[in-house]
């Protein structure tokens, strides 16, 4: 079992940006592919990005391409979720998760979760 923990989430005015990473315990991290999502309050969990286990191939939704990227660094066993060009619609608490599979866009393809890192973007 993966355990992963997110961080670098905030508060940030609307055009700014932040990245987050997540670290992942365990020595077959790079085995798996990785995914963000995210949740706004009121609205069921939504993709966002992943990247599968070498980092060769990345995927987004369309929402954010040209303004997210999502990179790994096996070696040190962490995921990351560059975000920049905020918008307000992009507040939501982020959510790193882990699958076998590379390139996974729903949530069911996915079997270990972090807690999560709430970003908020101000207008």
């Known amino acids: 079992q993966v355990q992963l923990v997110e961080s670098g989430g905030g508060l940030v005015q609307a055009g700014g940006s932040l990245r987050l990473s997540c670290a992942a315990s365990?020595?077959?991290?790079?085995?798996?592919?990785m995914g963000w999502f995210r949740q706004a309050l009121g609205k069921e969990r939504e993709f966002v990005a992943a990247?599968?286990?070498?980092?060769?191939?990345?995927y987004y939704v369309d929402s954010v391409k040209g303004r997210f990227t999502i990179s790994r660094d096996n070696a040190k066993n962490t995921v990351y979720l560059q975000m920049t060009s905020l918008k307000p619609e992009d507040t939501a608490v982020y959510y790193c998760?882990?699958?076998?599979?590379?390139?996974?866009?729903?949530?069911?393809?996915?079997?270990?979760w972090g807690q999560g890192t709430q970003v908020t973007v101000s207008s």
């Open positions: 998760a882990v699958s076998s599979y590379g390139g996974i866009r729903h949530a069911s393809g996915y079997h270990s």
């Open positions: 990247i599968t286990w070498s980092g060769d191939s990345t």
């Open positions: 365990g020595r077959t991290f790079s085995s798996y592919g």
